[in-house]
């Protein structure tokens, strides 16, 4: 099926399997996201979440196994119109240095030969949108703290208005304030965007608390995906031990 | 006759091959950049390229450089005019900062960075003129300086070969055991290397602070 609006899943992995120089880094993955859905991958380094998100805006190609965009084949997708099509976010932003927070915002509009007016009021908007003073449009990324930084790669990432959106440890790099503040945002936000979301991560708070659904992996396979809600009840050994690890908070009382 | 006078008295032709001077550097520094700021991108697109065109380029700057003028004198053209010959060899020594710089600058951009606008759909086109070369631009201008310099001061030999420049007086003066004729042409040759050096350093240092801002 090629029409996208007929098709339910945003995003797509039909058994996939990914190796580099014979090391399988992943295996056999299937998982499927829905437009307006946020699954979260969770997992430790090297679990194979990284490759997981490259393998959407066809960074990587699968070795086994078909991912699909919008139903679409990620091999057939012209890769810069899909990338395009596909907000990308990761730690501390990835923003270009030499590029001021307006610049790097209308990155993807100015590229697409968006209408000046257009890409300037687009900015504005989305400096309101992830809640930044219109002051800063003119900054550099060295000149912002860290979570203003955040934010402007969070707006970059929206800019072109793309149906989906991958983070890869978005707000890893953030104090443990600032961070929960994002993630509240950020969640109020995709309320309101609906847009397809894979959000990588190892932090089972953080997960819990954006996800619709939550996907663990390990060693490149997939442990368990599971409603965010059920998640924290199930039997799997692996989860167990998240939950164990997450909840050593010590007692001050 | 001391150096002051000797300058006055010749000041027309100290001109002259001052100029001539800047012309064989300019143009040698220039014909380098065009060749060597390309090699040194297309090494970093194709990274088996890197170790043979910077090697080759090491190798040239061991010649040393009247053998070079020798090598090139038999060669069609080029042999003909002193001058063709002296930017030619002038130009091959220029290519090995400038490859070398251009390669590392581009290879020190961050690699998140290159990421990210490679996953925000810039083409190989784009990524490289909107992020790579304007990141590596101090450290291309670092090259095109060391390259400036060491063109300015290699152009005294060409001479030799009847090319011209501020050369000329060096070997005049040695011929004649003449310091002050000597004199004339190397403190020229040292003031435009020295102001080369300045200028391109303010250049870099533009740069690098624009970067830094970043």
């Known amino acids: 099926m090629t029409d996208a609006s007929s098709h339910e899943s945003a995003i797509e992995f039909d058994h996939v399997s990914f190796r580099l120089n014979g090391r399988p880094l992943l295996q056999d993955l299937v998982l499927s996201v829905k437009q307006g859905e946020t699954l979260v991958l969770l ?8 490759t997981t998100l490259k393998l959407i805006n066809r960074l990587l190609l699968p070795t086994a196994g078909e991912v699909r965009v919008n139903g679409r084949r990620t091999a057939e997708w012209d890769p810069i ?5 596909i907000g990308y976010v990761i730690q501390d932003g990835g923003l270009f240095p030499h590029f001021t927070v307006e610049r790097n915002i209308a990155l993807v509009p100015r590229i697409e030969n968006w209408p000046r007016a257009r890409v300037e009021a687009r ?5 309101y949108t992830v809640g930044l003073s219109e002051d800063l449009a003119s900054r550099y990324p060295s000149q912002l703290s860290g979570g203003q930084r955040q934010r402007v790669g969070v707006a970059r990432a929206l800019a072109a208005d793309p149906p989906i959106l991958i983070l890869d440890e978005a707000f890893g790099a953030l104090d443990p304030i600032t961070r929960s503040e994002m993630q509240k945002e950020f969640r109020a936000l995709q309320q309101r965007m609906q847009k397809a979301v894979i959000f990588v991560t190892h932090d089972l708070r953080e997960a819990l608390l954006l996800a619709d659904r939550v996907a663990l992996m390990e060693q490149g396979r997939l442990v368990v ?13 692996l989860v167990r031990a998240y939950m164990e690890a997450f909840s050593g908070l010590p007692e001050t009382r | 006759m001391n150096f002051l006078q000797f300058m006055m008295t010749n000041r027309q032709q100290v001109l002259d091959l001052t100029l001539e001077h800047i012309t064989l550097a300019g143009v040698a520094t220039l014909l380098a950049a065009l060749v060597g700021i390309p090699l040194g991108i297309l090494i970093t697109r194709i990274p088996q ?6 090697g080759g380029a090491n190798i040239i700057q061991t010649i040393p450089s009247l053998a070079l003028f020798g090598f090139l004198l038999p060669a069609p053209w080029i042999g003909e005019r002193g001058s063709r010959l002296a930017i030619l060899a002038l130009a091959l020594y220029a290519l090995l900062p400038l490859i070398r710089n251009t390669y590392a600058g581009i290879r020190s951009v961050d690699p998140a960075v290159v990421e990210a606008g490679r996953a925000m759909g810039l083409t190989d086109r784009q990524l490289l003129f909107q992020v790579e070369l304007p990141l590596a631009s101090g450290v291309i201008v670092a090259g095109v300086r060391i390259a400036t310099v060491l063109s300015i001061g290699l152009a005294t030999i060409a001479a030799a070969i009847g090319a011209g420049g501020l050369g000329e007086f060096i070997f005049r003066g040695l011929a004649m055991v003449n310091n002050q004729v000597i004199l004339a042409g190397a403190v ?3 003031l435009l290397a020295l102001f080369a050096d300045f200028a391109l350093g303010r250049i870099e240092r533009l740069l690098g602070t624009l970067r830094l801002k970043s």
Not at chain 1, 43 to 50: I, L, Q
Not at chain 1, 81 to 85: A, F, G, Y
């Open chain 1, 43 to 50: 997992g430790r380094s090297g679990s194979g979440k990284t």
């Open chain 1, 81 to 85: 119109r899909l990338r395009r099509s």
């Open chain 1, 123 to 127: 900015v504005r908007e989305l400096l």
């Open chain 1, 225 to 237: 995906d599971l409603p965010a809600a059920e998640f924290s009840r199930s039997k799997d050994p």
């Open chain 2, 49 to 54: 390229l890197s170790k043979p065109v910077l």
């Open chain 2, 188 to 190: 020229p040759a040292a």
